[in-house]
């Protein structure tokens, strides 16, 4: 029978990096930015995240978020 369960293993082996390598890319890829999704903490998630907060008040969110928009 060929190589046995000598050769199966090392093709769950191989197949196992293979299949990490990809994951740790497309990991690597996300973080860098270099994918298309959300952005992460743009200026308005920051104010948001302050209010909710309690850094900062509604009258002074209103105020950042009207100069942000402009």
């Known amino acids: 029978m060929g190589y046995g369960f ?3 293993g090392l093709m769950v082996i ?3 990096v293979i299949i990490a390598l990809a994951v740790f890319a497309v990991r690597w890829l996300s973080q860098s930015g270099t994918l298309p999704g959300p952005r992460r903490d743009d200026a308005l998630d920051i104010l948001k995240q302050r209010l909710a907060k309690g850094e900062i008040d509604t009258e002074e969110y209103a105020t950042r978020k009207r100069a942000l928009e402009e």
């Open 6 to 8: 000598f050769g199966l």
């Open 14 to 16: 191989f197949w196992g």
